[in-house]
């Protein structure tokens, strides 16, 4: 089981990034992902799910209305749509995938996002 | 969704056994049994230890352990090691397809 973050980088307050999340060594349309994010130094926080097929997606409060996630399951990839940033949005942006108990089983390295005028 | 509540320190010799609470509400940790503790070691991704509350993946030495009593989790380390010294998070699903981490724990191997 492999999970490949990529697309971090530095933003100003009020732009937009899309960060990947590319998986492999596991059969990836029968497993929901999950978006974990991390500020320097600082705890963990859920930020986003999508179900397996797509079929439904959920946020933190925190950037609801502000994220979108989605996935192509031809690609066996999942996506975050970020935008009108916020320097509180500086975080190292992981991808994990739910074990299908409700629970992060792997997870990537992470891709950072600096968000900074 | 407030964050669950972990103690932020934790320590213990060599040997010894720590336990780690989490506290959540009657909407998270008190209503499923739908929590995971997680480790990590500075500069790494984070390594799931346990799940269901009480379930351990395949790899987990079984000196990890998990329980929980009404909104409270606890995770317990038995027969301490080096390697333990990590920070831990706990995690509840909260329904509606979401879920709350608690603040983490650093636990210091004495």
């Known amino acids: 089981v492999q999970l490949v973050e990529s697309g971090g980088g530095v933003v100003q307050p009020g732009e937009s990034l899309r960060v990947s999340c590319a998986a492999s060594?596991?059969?990836?349309?029968?497993?929901?992902i999950h978006w974990v994010r991390q500020a320097p130094g600082k705890g963990l926080e859920w930020v986003a799910f999508?179900?397996?097929?797509?079929?439904?997606?959920e946020y933190a409060d925190s950037v609801k209305g502000r994220f979108s996630i989605s996935r192509d399951n031809s690609k066996n990839t999942v996506y975050l749509q970020m935008s009108s940033l916020k320097a509180e949005d500086t975080a190292l942006y992981y991808c994990?995938?739910?074990?299908?108990?409700?629970?992060?089983?792997?997870w990537g390295q992470g891709t950072l996002l600096i968000v900074a005028s | 969704q407030s964050a669950l509540t972990q103690p932020p320190s934790a320590s213990g010799s060599p040997g010894q056994s720590v336990t780690i609470s989490c506290t959540g509400t009657?909407?998270?940790?008190?209503?499923?049994?739908?929590v995971s503790w997680y480790q990590q070691h500075p500069g790494k991704a984070p390594k799931l230890m346990i799940y269901?509350?009480?379930q351990r993946p395949s790899g987990v030495p079984d000196r990890f352990s998990g329980s929980k009593s009404g909104n409270t989790a606890s995770l317990t380390v038995s027969g301490l090691r080096a390697e333990d010294e990590a920070d831990y998070y706990c995690?509840?699903?909260?329904?509606?397809?979401?879920?709350?981490f608690g603040g983490g724990t650093k636990l210091t191997v004495l």
């Open positions: 009657s909407s998270d940790v008190g209503a499923y049994h739908y």
């Open positions: 269901e509350v009480s």
């Open positions: 060594g596991f059969n990836f349309i029968h497993y929901g």
């Open positions: 999508i179900q397996r097929d797509g079929s439904n997606e």
């Open positions: 995690d509840s699903y909260a329904g509606s397809d979401k879920w709350v």
């Open positions: 994990a995938r739910d074990n299908n108990y409700w629970a992060f089983d792997f």
